[in-house]
Nanobody
Framework: QVQLVVSGGGLVQAGGSLRLSCAAS????????LGWFRQRPGKEREFVAV????????YYADSVKGRFTISRENTKNTVFLQMNSLKPEDTAVYYC?????????WGQGTQVTVSS
């Protein structure tokens, strides 16, 4: 059973930065497409960013484009989400997701709170 452990959330002022990490318990993580999602208060879970196994394909939600950067280190079985210029509307629980064909794993969420 693959486990994804998410860390790096917290409280930050608007305009600040946070870096989220999601570490997998297995080396096969390097062959998975990895993504970040978030669930804002009272809203459905939504897509934030995705990166393929080789980092050659990366996509962002329009709401975070230019402010967030997704990256991965396959040797460390880890995916990152660098979040800059944070806004109060970025306040959410952030989740990482690993996907390969029909196999999906979710990490536990981490709370990100941006104060105005």
């Amino acid at each position: 059973q693959v486990q994804l452990v998410v860390s790096g959330g917290g409280l930050v002022q608007a305009g600040g930065s946070l870096r989220l990490s999601c570490a997998a318990s297995t080396r096969i993580f390097s062959t998975y497409t990895l993504g970040w999602f978030r669930q804002r208060p009272g809203k459905e879970r939504e897509f934030v960013a995705v990166i393929n196994w080789s980092s050659a394909s990366i996509y962002y939600a329009d709401s975070v484009k230019g402010r967030f950067t997704i990256s991965r280190e396959n040797t460390k079985n880890t995916v990152f989400l660098q979040m800059n210029s944070l806004k109060p509307e970025d306040t959410a629980v952030y989740y990482c997701k690993a996907l390969k064909f029909t196999t999906i794993y979710w990490g536990q969420g981490t709370q990100v709170t941006v104060s105005s």
